[in-house]
């Protein structure tokens, strides 16, 4: 059983940056594309970023596209994304997610989720 744990969310200010870290633990994450996700108070999940599971192809929302981006270190076991020019829109929760392994991609389907952390964006 895999978990993961999302670190490196914060207050910052429009235009500020951020760097999210999630680590896997109970299991090896290598295997796996990964991905994350957000959520904004009222609103659905959303799809952010995915990374395949050797870190060679990425897919990225419109809305975040040359302003994040998605990496891994497998040697870690542990998944990144880097924000730069953050929006009051990019408020929310970030979770991160692995992918099941039928390695689909983009990844569809996803085994496990981390519990979140918390993006404010003070514009």
């Known amino acids: 059983q895999v978990q993961l744990v999302e670190s490196g969310g914060g207050l910052v200010q429009a235009g500020g940056s951020l760097r999210l870290s999630c680590a896997a633990s109970?299991?090896?994450?290598?295997?796996?594309?990964m991905a994350w996700f957000r959520q904004a108070p009222g609103k659905e999940r959303e799809f952010v970023a995915a990374i395949t599971n050797g870190g060679f192809d990425t897919n990225y929302r419109d809305s975040v596209k040359g302003r994040f981006t998605i990496s891994r270190e497998n040697i870690k076991n542990t998944l990144y994304l880097q924000m730069n020019a953050l929006k009051s829109e990019d408020t929310a929760v970030y979770y991160c997610?692995?992918?099941?392994?039928?390695?689909?991609?983009?990844?569809?389907?996803?085994?496990?989720w981390g519990q979140g952390t918390q993006v404010t964006v003070s514009s």
């Open positions: 997610a692995a992918a099941t392994l039928d390695w689909t991609w983009p990844p569809m389907k996803y085994d496990y």
């Open positions: 109970g299991g090896t994450i290598r295997s796996r594309h």
